[in-house]
């Protein structure tokens, strides 16, 4: 079965931080760009940061210096490390390759 799940989504207070994980199965992470959306109550999805071959890339500009996305490929996932976190940051995040989403994990920040 391939699919992304993600994990480590959560409730927390401004200025904390949330490591989100994204897992493969029945594709291999380092073959592909594999990107972070979030999606905000009515707001359009938007491109958080993507792993490509190169490395990191396409990180969005009001999360750069505070979100790194990175890739273990014994582990075949990709993470999104979420520091000095906002109430803006509040959203579900998903992970994404070509046309495979996950299901998305709920990140709310309170102030």
């Known amino acids: 079965q391939v699919q992304l799940v993600e994990s480590g989504g959560g409730s927390v207070q401004a200025g904390d931080s949330l490591r989100l994980s994204c897992t493969a199965t029945?594709?291999?992470?380092?073959?592909?760009?594999i990107n972070w959306f979030r999606q905000a109550p009515e707001k359009e999805r938007e491109l958080v940061a993507s792993?490509?071959?190169?490395?990191?890339?396409n990180i969005l500009d009001s999360v750069k210096g505070r979100f790194t996305i990175s890739r273990d490929n014994a582990k075949n996932t990709v993470y999104l490390q979420m520091n000095s976190l906002k109430p803006e940051d509040t959203a579900v995040y998903y992970c994404?390759?070509?046309?495979?989403w996950g299901q998305g994990t709920q990140v709310t920040v309170s102030s």
């Open positions: 994404n390759t070509g046309n495979l």
């Open positions: 029945g594709v291999t992470v380092s073959w592909y760009t």
């Open positions: 792993f490509d071959i190169k490395g990191p890339a």
